[in-house]
């Protein structure tokens, strides 16, 4: 739909008419045979358009919905009016990584579910995240980064343990308040999940890199190849190196297995390994990078949350003839955005619901073949609601497969917990935080992220991140 | 960059020696625990256990032999060059106390470099140890003096007869076990070995401990690539381990994990001697 004159000239009504803007995407059959983003972002029109369809509410729910609280009408509107210096600064002033969250937010569940406009039948909501991601895109690409001037300096130093988007955001949040922050990262290279889960082609490299960068610039130094708890301890980090605060932000690093027999033939993977393989490595470039990953050419992936299309749609590029995802619930019981269901579905992944796996099949080498499935119908709601799947008598189903994916969560990684005293951790092994402030019940520590909810979302974590950093910064005030 | 400050070769430059500037392992660093070392940009992780720590300098010391792509690369860096990352120290240490009976500390190859420090801090926490090395060849024996040192009794075997015994260690082994009490077993060297070795000393029910070297990519416990099952269960050799009770690991699952890449290494170890040819 065009219109003559600009935007930001539309009349209310003419502004009503506005359908969604699409986002441009690249084609299934091209994006199967690379790792390049796959949405392509829209252009300054397509944009201005889509804001154009925010009927600006006087008591936005949008924000309510926000877990950060991003004043989306008005970045909407300056957006609209092509003052895209203010819209960027208004969504910096919520969050630190909105190139991230515009790409991986669940929006449909948190912001656009409760946007006015899409209340109306046949109507969608405004496509919020899309222009949370045009707008850090626009200020990327005008190499304009979110660095204030910085007060002087107070004197403090502070210690983040863990470099994904929860100590991101604390280290930004308090390096811009005067004080000196080091980030440890146990990896070689930083940017926790967002470097070594979230595959390229849903979030480029280089954009986590660029935050980086731009925290850096703050005067915020990473330590790469420092396993905080054996390289040094957190005690060290408060007595020896003279830190006065520590955030823990480790994210929730443990794998969890099925533990079906057959879990340790050759071909079976759990999804952080071969994540891992494929996104921090470079797996997908072997033989000239070193790392070699099974490429599969009949894959199973076990469970069917983010994670697991991640790795159905890095299996599809690897070049695998079949993908399937097997889950004991339904469809709609997924965990995982429905935008993620949708583009695997559109490279040609098959989905098998309600099927249990019960036992890995190996040959005689040991290497895998395929993956028996107990068959499951939907049983009685358990105490939340949700529809338990029970096994329909001994029906079974077999998958042939080379690879297998175990993709069904992660805990609490204990490496760290385990050797630090006075950090109290709930029955998960979770980091015990207070939920406003992420104050633990050690002296001086703090923690956020996916190490204190269990696995979370990326914007949570960032959440939990600010307001530690204004309770750290809190704290450093009285001292 | 970790630099390398002594370079050091063995058995015809088979087997490296590199010793490396890393302060704030040394520091830290105990028997039985390793690092994770990446040689350049386009480097894999590589876990190895440290030999050497000196405190003092600053350094730690790994000694590998040169078997595929990244060895090679690693055998490559010359002294006052680096490695790209060195991360640790990794894994639980060893649990050294004083033993009610003789310590047995058996290994073999590149190994020895494993067993060497653990020997040898249960040699100064007062335990009589009998010490029993193997190599192909005597050319293949490394750290001979070394080990002698930290042993009440030493024994040298070679397959060949080149050097000592004539045959396995672990037939001196079962000659040791005959004449006095053997309160433990450390066993540390190729997987088939420190098999036989276990079931020969669970006949004799004689506790055991070997140290695995399963594959591994991150060192933390994030990926469980490195997973091992002991007694029916699965444990992160990373981090439950290296070390594990012998007479519980299931050492035919571990053989048959360490060759989940034999085709892809070949592949890159081949195309990179191609290169440098
Ligand atoms: C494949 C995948 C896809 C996902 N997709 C989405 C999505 O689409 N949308 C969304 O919102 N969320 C998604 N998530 C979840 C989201 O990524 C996490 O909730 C978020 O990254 C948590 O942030 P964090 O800062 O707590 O921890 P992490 O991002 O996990 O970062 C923790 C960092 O700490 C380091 N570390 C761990 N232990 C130590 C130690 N002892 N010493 C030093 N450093 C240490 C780790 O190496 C890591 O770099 C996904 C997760 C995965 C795995
Ligand atoms: S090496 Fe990844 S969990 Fe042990």
Redesign the pocket.
Same mark, same amino acid.
């Given at each position: 739909m065009e219109f003559e004159k600009e935007v930001k000239y539309l009349t209310k009504k003419e502004r009503r008419k506005i359908p969604l803007q699409h986002m441009p995407e690249m084609a299934p059959e091209i994006r199967k045979d690379c790792f390049d983003e796959v949405t392509l972002g829209y252009s300054l029109h397509e944009a201005q358009m889509e804001a154009a369809r925010c009927i600006q509410c006087k008591d936005p729910a949008c924000v309510a919905g926000c877990p950060v609280g991003i004043n989306i009408p008005k970045f909407l509107e300056e957006i609209v009016e092509g003052d895209l210096d203010s819209s960027i600064d208004t969504v910096w002033d919520k969050t630190a990584l909105p190139a991230v969250c515009g790409r /991986?937010?669940?929006q449909e569940i948190q912001c656009e579910i409760v946007c006015v406009v899409g209340k109306k039948k046949g109507v969608e909501p405004v496509a919020i995240g899309n222009l949370e991601m045009f707008i850090a895109d626009w200020a990327r690409a005008s190499g304009i980064k979110n660095n204030p001037a910085i007060p002087p300096s107070t004197g403090k130093k502070i210690a983040v343990?863990?470099?994904?988007?929860?100590?991101i955001t604390v280290a930004g949040d308090l390096a811009k308040k005067g004080h000196k922050v080091t980030i440890?990262?146990?990896?070689h290279r930083a940017?926790?999940?967002?470097l070594y889960? #979230?595959p390229e082609f849903r979030l480029a490299k280089d954009i986590v890199d660029y935050e980086l960068d731009a925290l850096r610039d703050l005067g915020v130094e990473i330590k790469c190849n420092? /396993? #905080?708890?054996r390289t040094i301890d957190i005690d060290e980090l408060l007595e020896e190196y003279g830190y006065d605060a520590v955030f823990v932000?480790?994210?929730?690093?443990l794998p969890n297995f099925l533990n079906i027999p057959g879990e340790d033939l050759n071909g079976v993977f759990s999804?952080?390994e071969y994540?891992t393989r494929a996104n921090l490595m470079k797996a997908f470039d072997f033989p000239n990078v070193d790392t070699p990953i099974i490429a599969g050419r009949k894959v199973a992936i076990l469970g069917a949350g983010? /994670?697991a299309m991640?790795a159905a749609r890095t299996a599809v590029r690897l070049g695998a003839k079949s993908v399937n995802i097997v889950y004991r619930r339904t469809r709609a019981q997924s965990p995982s955005?429905h935008i993620e269901i949708h583009h695997a579905e559109e490279e040609g992944v098959n989905f098998h619901f309600l099927r249990s796996p019960i036992e890995f099949i190996g040959d005689a080498s040991g290497r895998l073949v395929g993956v028996s499935c107990q068959v499951m119908e939907l049983g009685e709601p358990d105490e939340g609601g949700r529809q338990r799947p029970i096994p329909v008598g001994d029906e079974h189903q077999y998958i042939d497969c080379d690879l297998a994916i175990i993709a069904i969560g992660t805990s609490a990684?204990p490496?760290?917990t385990n050797v630090t005293e006075g950090l109290e951790l709930n029955r998960w092994g979770n980091i015990q935080a207070d939920p406003k402030t992420g104050k633990t019940t050690k002296d001086k520590v703090w923690a956020g992220?996916? #190490?204190t909810l269990g696995?979370?979302?990326? #914007?949570?974590?960032m959440g939990m991140g600010r307001d530690a950093a204004t309770s750290i910064d809190e704290y450093l005030k009285t001292k | 960059m970790y630099e390398v400050v002594a370079r050091e070769e063995m058995a015809d430059g088979e087997i490296v020696s590199n010793e490396i500037l890393a302060p704030q392992i040394a520091k830290k660093a105990k028997p039985g625990q390793f690092v994770i070392m990446i040689a350049n940009e386009r480097g894999e992780r590589v876990p190895l256990t440290m030999a050497k720590v000196d405190k003092e300098k600053g350094t730690i010391t790994v000694i590998y032999m040169v078997v595929g792509k990244s060895t090679r690369l690693f055998s490559s860096i010359k002294v006052g060059e680096g490695f790209r990352d060195v991360v640790g120290p990794l894994g639980s240490p060893t649990h050294i106390e004083k033993k009610d009976g003789t310590v047995i500390c058996i290994g073999g190859g590149t190994a020895l470099a494993v067993l060497h420090p653990i020997t040898k801090a249960y040699f100064e926490a007062g335990n009589r140890v009998i010490t029993i090395v193997g190599a192909r060849t005597a050319k293949h024996l490394i750290l001979e003096d070394e080990m002698r040192a930290v042993s009440t009794e030493f024994h040298i075997c070679t397959d060949d007869g080149s050097k000592g015994y004539h045959g396995f260690g672990t037939d001196v082994m079962e000659q040791v076990i005959a004449k006095e009490k053997i309160a433990e077993v450390v066993a540390i060297g190729p997987v088939p070995m420190m098999k036989y070795t276990s079931s020969l000393t669970k006949k004799h029910g004689i506790p055991t401990v070997v140290s695995l070297n399963p594959i591994m990519i991150d060192g933390?416990g994030?990926c469980g690539g490195c997973r091992v099952t002991i007694d029916g269960k699965t444990k992160f050799a990373c981090v439950d381990g290296p070390e594990f009770d012998g007479h519980q690991v299931d050492f035919d699952g571990l053989i048959r994990r360490l060759q989940a890449y034999n085709l892809e290494e070949r592949c890159s170890d081949n195309e990179y001697c191609k290169l440098n040819d």
């Amino acid at each position: 739909m065009e219109f003559e004159k600009e935007v930001k000239y539309l009349t209310k009504k003419e502004r009503r008419k506005i359908p969604l803007q699409h986002m441009p995407e690249m084609a299934p059959e091209i994006r199967k045979d690379c790792f390049d983003e796959v949405t392509l972002g829209y252009s300054l029109h397509e944009a201005q358009m889509e804001a154009a369809r925010c009927i600006q509410c006087k008591d936005p729910a949008c924000v309510a919905g926000c877990p950060v609280g991003i004043n989306i009408p008005k970045f909407l509107e300056e957006i609209v009016e092509g003052d895209l210096d203010s819209s960027i600064d208004t969504v910096w002033d919520k969050t630190a990584l909105p190139a991230v969250c515009g790409r /991986v937010c669940p929006q449909e569940i948190q912001c656009e579910i409760v946007c006015v406009v899409g209340k109306k039948k046949g109507v969608e909501p405004v496509a919020i995240g899309n222009l949370e991601m045009f707008i850090a895109d626009w200020a990327r690409a005008s190499g304009i980064k979110n660095n204030p001037a910085i007060p002087p300096s107070t004197g403090k130093k502070i210690a983040v343990v863990g470099s994904g988007p929860a100590g991101i955001t604390v280290a930004g949040d308090l390096a811009k308040k005067g004080h000196k922050v080091t980030i440890y990262e146990a990896l070689h290279r930083a940017g926790g999940v967002l470097l070594y889960g #979230i595959p390229e082609f849903r979030l480029a490299k280089d954009i986590v890199d660029y935050e980086l960068d731009a925290l850096r610039d703050l005067g915020v130094e990473i330590k790469c190849n420092q /396993v #905080i708890g054996r390289t040094i301890d957190i005690d060290e980090l408060l007595e020896e190196y003279g830190y006065d605060a520590v955030f823990v932000g480790v994210g929730a690093g443990l794998p969890n297995f099925l533990n079906i027999p057959g879990e340790d033939l050759n071909g079976v993977f759990s999804a952080n390994e071969y994540l891992t393989r494929a996104n921090l490595m470079k797996a997908f470039d072997f033989p000239n990078v070193d790392t070699p990953i099974i490429a599969g050419r009949k894959v199973a992936i076990l469970g069917a949350g983010n /994670v697991a299309m991640d790795a159905a749609r890095t299996a599809v590029r690897l070049g695998a003839k079949s993908v399937n995802i097997v889950y004991r619930r339904t469809r709609a019981q997924s965990p995982s955005r429905h935008i993620e269901i949708h583009h695997a579905e559109e490279e040609g992944v098959n989905f098998h619901f309600l099927r249990s796996p019960i036992e890995f099949i190996g040959d005689a080498s040991g290497r895998l073949v395929g993956v028996s499935c107990q068959v499951m119908e939907l049983g009685e709601p358990d105490e939340g609601g949700r529809q338990r799947p029970i096994p329909v008598g001994d029906e079974h189903q077999y998958i042939d497969c080379d690879l297998a994916i175990i993709a069904i969560g992660t805990s609490a990684n204990p490496l760290l917990t385990n050797v630090t005293e006075g950090l109290e951790l709930n029955r998960w092994g979770n980091i015990q935080a207070d939920p406003k402030t992420g104050k633990t019940t050690k002296d001086k520590v703090w923690a956020g992220g996916d #190490i204190t909810l269990g696995q979370a979302t990326v #914007i949570l974590a960032m959440g939990m991140g600010r307001d530690a950093a204004t309770s750290i910064d809190e704290y450093l005030k009285t001292k | 960059m970790y630099e390398v400050v002594a370079r050091e070769e063995m058995a015809d430059g088979e087997i490296v020696s590199n010793e490396i500037l890393a302060p704030q392992i040394a520091k830290k660093a105990k028997p039985g625990q390793f690092v994770i070392m990446i040689a350049n940009e386009r480097g894999e992780r590589v876990p190895l256990t440290m030999a050497k720590v000196d405190k003092e300098k600053g350094t730690i010391t790994v000694i590998y032999m040169v078997v595929g792509k990244s060895t090679r690369l690693f055998s490559s860096i010359k002294v006052g060059e680096g490695f790209r990352d060195v991360v640790g120290p990794l894994g639980s240490p060893t649990h050294i106390e004083k033993k009610d009976g003789t310590v047995i500390c058996i290994g073999g190859g590149t190994a020895l470099a494993v067993l060497h420090p653990i020997t040898k801090a249960y040699f100064e926490a007062g335990n009589r140890v009998i010490t029993i090395v193997g190599a192909r060849t005597a050319k293949h024996l490394i750290l001979e003096d070394e080990m002698r040192a930290v042993s009440t009794e030493f024994h040298i075997c070679t397959d060949d007869g080149s050097k000592g015994y004539h045959g396995f260690g672990t037939d001196v082994m079962e000659q040791v076990i005959a004449k006095e009490k053997i309160a433990e077993v450390v066993a540390i060297g190729p997987v088939p070995m420190m098999k036989y070795t276990s079931s020969l000393t669970k006949k004799h029910g004689i506790p055991t401990v070997v140290s695995l070297n399963p594959i591994m990519i991150d060192g933390t416990g994030m990926c469980g690539g490195c997973r091992v099952t002991i007694d029916g269960k699965t444990k992160f050799a990373c981090v439950d381990g290296p070390e594990f009770d012998g007479h519980q690991v299931d050492f035919d699952g571990l053989i048959r994990r360490l060759q989940a890449y034999n085709l892809e290494e070949r592949c890159s170890d081949n195309e990179y001697c191609k290169l440098n040819d």
